[in-house]
């Protein structure tokens, strides 16, 4: 954090973006950061890294360090690295797909094992996002008052129906992260 003296506010966070491999990660972060979307699936490999710079309010700039890691490295041993010193996150799954939110525990199992913030160790604010919204959601059955139980007992700050295709709720998502994360700071 930087503080001028006409109490100009900047803030830089880091912020992880994991679930299953093709859920929407990469797709979700090019739209934010530069409101584009393709249909061409390029999995990623290791991590990739993403800079959005959000004018919060005319005294705050929010700049956000976006850590697009690989759905792979869930089977790898590199996430305790990747996760250090991130204050939030967003986890993803595909609404097609239902084994992609049975991982979902799974990585929020994951980052809070290996990330805290503050002197009393806690777990950092996480997002949770259904993403490809767009493509209808018969596979999945959940309806919003179980998704708000399942955050609830997850200990998710909240969840966002998505879409990368159609610029759905991401930039809405994003906001109310760090919302809870400069409550935090
Ligand atoms: P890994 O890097 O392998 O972990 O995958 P990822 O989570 O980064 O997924 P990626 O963004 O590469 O998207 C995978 C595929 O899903 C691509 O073909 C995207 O075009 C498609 N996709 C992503 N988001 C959406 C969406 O909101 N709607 C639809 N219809 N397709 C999407
Ligand atoms: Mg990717």
């Known amino acids: 954090q930087d503080n001028d003296d006409e109490g ?8 992880l973006v994991v679930g299953d491999i093709g859920t929407g990660k990469t797709s979700i972060i090019k739209r934010f950061v530069h409101n584009i979307f ?58 097609t797909r239902m084994s992609t939110f049975e991982a979902v525990a799974k990585w929020k199992a994951d980052i809070d094992s290996k990330v805290t913030y503050g002197p009393d160790d806690k777990p950092i604010p996480v997002v949770l996002l259904a993403n490809k919204c767009d493509l209808g959601k018969d596979a999945f059955v959940k309806t919003a008052n179980d998704m708000d139980k399942y955050c609830k007992d997850h200990n998710f700050i909240g969840w966002f129906e998505t879409s990368a295709k159609d610029n759905m709720n991401i930039e809405k998502a994003a906001r109310f992260l760090v919302e809870h994360i400069l409550k935090n700071d």
């Open 38 to 95: 393709s249909m061409h699936y390029k999995s990623t490999i290791g991590v990739d890294f993403a800079l959005k710079v959000i004018n919060w309010d005319p005294k705050t700039e929010v700049r956000l360090q976006l850590w697009d890691i690989a759905g792979q490295e869930r089977f790898g041993s590199m996430t305790r690295v990747y996760y250090k010193e991130a204050v939030g996150a967003m986890i993803t799954f595909d609404v």
């Open 8 to 15: 100009y506010n900047e803030y830089l966070y880091k912020i």
